[in-house]
């Protein structure tokens, strides 16, 4: 098997529990697990090894997505400490696939923006995922400079999805930062 046959999509991160099973850490993703129940892990004098997946649950974190894995034939904690910290790869043709269809995130264009106080600062412009977070292009309501801020729970007080709002903190200090 050649190498560019199979890119990574993650990695497992630790053991969990005394039944074998894993952290695994996706590359990608919105919170489901791929359809294909054949991955592989890299050894290093055998090539790639194919290991099959008999279950997989999400588990939502500030990063993204975690999830618990159980592998055929990983049953106890030791065989699965083993894996701690191994890249867990696809066949190539299986990740294209996955991004293509993988969901877009919610989009945060065209919301207004007010501070804590209930003061409308801005509007955001643009919204992207920079692989860990969303984060949004916000111009501020008093001319200065656009400027990215994250949209993570830290930041975000509160979201109105009907009214196209939401309030956020440290407005001052992100606005203040990138127009210095």
């Given at each position: 098997?050649?190498?560019?046959?199979?890119?990574?999509?993650?990695?497992i991160?630790?053991?969990?529990g005394?039944?074998?099973?894993?952290?695994?850490?996706?590359?990608?993703?919105?919170?489901?697990?791929?359809?294909?129940?054949?991955?592989?892990?890299?050894?290093?004098?055998?090539?790639?090894?194919?290991?099959?997946?008999?279950?997989?649950?999400?588990?939502?974190?500030?990063?993204?997505f975690?999830?618990?894995?159980?592998?055929?034939?990983?049953?106890?904690?030791?065989?699965?400490?083993?894996?701690?910290?191994?890249?867990?790869?696809?066949?190539?043709?299986?990740?294209?696939?996955?991004?293509?269809?993988?969901?877009?995130?919610?989009?945060?264009?065209?919301?207004?923006?007010?501070?804590?106080?209930?003061?409308?600062?801005?509007?955001?412009?643009?919204?992207?995922?920079?692989?860990?977070?969303?984060?949004?292009?916000?111009?501020?309501?008093?001319?200065?400079?656009?400027?990215?801020f994250?949209?993570?729970?830290?930041?975000?007080?509160?979201?109105?999805?009907?009214?196209?709002?939401i309030?956020?903190?440290?407005?001052?200090?992100?606005?203040?930062?990138?127009?210095?």
């Open positions: 098997m050649k190498s560019e046959n199979f890119l990574p999509i993650g990695r991160a630790k053991a969990h005394i039944k074998g099973l894993v952290l695994v850490e996706l590359d990608f993703g919105n919170g489901e697990w791929p359809d294909s129940t054949l991955f592989y892990l890299q050894d290093p004098l055998f090539g790639f090894k194919p290991v099959r997946v008999l279950s997989a649950s999400a588990r939502s974190n500030k990063s993204g975690s999830f618990f894995v159980q592998f055929e034939q990983i049953d106890d904690r030791h065989k699965a400490e083993r894996l701690a910290n191994t890249v867990l790869f696809c066949e190539a043709e299986l990740l294209n696939a996955l991004k293509n269809t993988e969901i877009e995130t919610d989009s945060w264009k065209d919301f207004d923006v007010y501070d804590q106080s209930g003061t409308l600062r801005g509007v955001i412009i643009e919204s992207a995922d920079n692989g860990h977070h969303t984060v949004a292009l916000i111009q501020p309501s008093n001319g200065l400079a656009p400027f990215w994250p949209l993570v729970d830290e930041y975000v007080e509160g979201v109105d999805e009907d009214n196209y709002r309030t956020l903190l440290e407005f001052d200090t992100f606005a203040t930062l990138n127009n210095a």
